[in-house]
Nanobody, 116 residues
Framework: QVQLVESGGGLVQPGGSLRLSCAAS????????MYWHRQAPGKQRELVAQ???????NYADSVKGRFTISRVNAENTVYLQMNSLKPEDTAVYYC??????????WGQGTRVTVSS
């Protein structure tokens, strides 16, 4: 059974940093394009960042230059480094794996709160 488990969320002051982790089990992330999404209170879920199997990355305009997505296939883990955090980054952050015929999987989310 494929599972994605996010961690690293928490409360941080504006301007601070957090690193989110998404650890996969039951499969190898090598086969998947990986994504981070977020959902703020009262808003729709939005794509934050993606990293393909070939290591190409893409970011939402709102996080460009502040967030960095990376993957360590040997650890079966994807990371989201978040710097210069703003109150509007407050959301639940979800990890997502897209593997075509291998299926798509989501984690349970980790909450990030940016507040002074």
């Amino acid at each position: 059974q494929v599972q994605l488990v996010e961690s690293g969320g928490g409360l941080v002051q504006p301007g601070g940093s957090l690193r989110l982790s998404c650890a996969a089990s039951g499969t190898a992330i090598t086969f998947y394009d990986m994504y981070w999404h977020r959902q703020a209170p009262g808003k729709q879920r939005e794509l934050v960042a993606q990293i393909t199997r070939g290591l190409a990355t893409n970011y939402a305009d709102s996080v460009k230059g502040r967030f960095t997505i990376s993957r360590v296939n040997a650890e079966n883990t994807v990371y989201l480094q978040m710097n210069s955090l703003k109150p509007e980054d407050t959301a639940v952050y979800y990890c997502n794996a897209e593997g075509g015929w291998r299926g798509a999987y989501w984690g349970q989310g980790t909450r990030v709160t940016v507040s002074s």
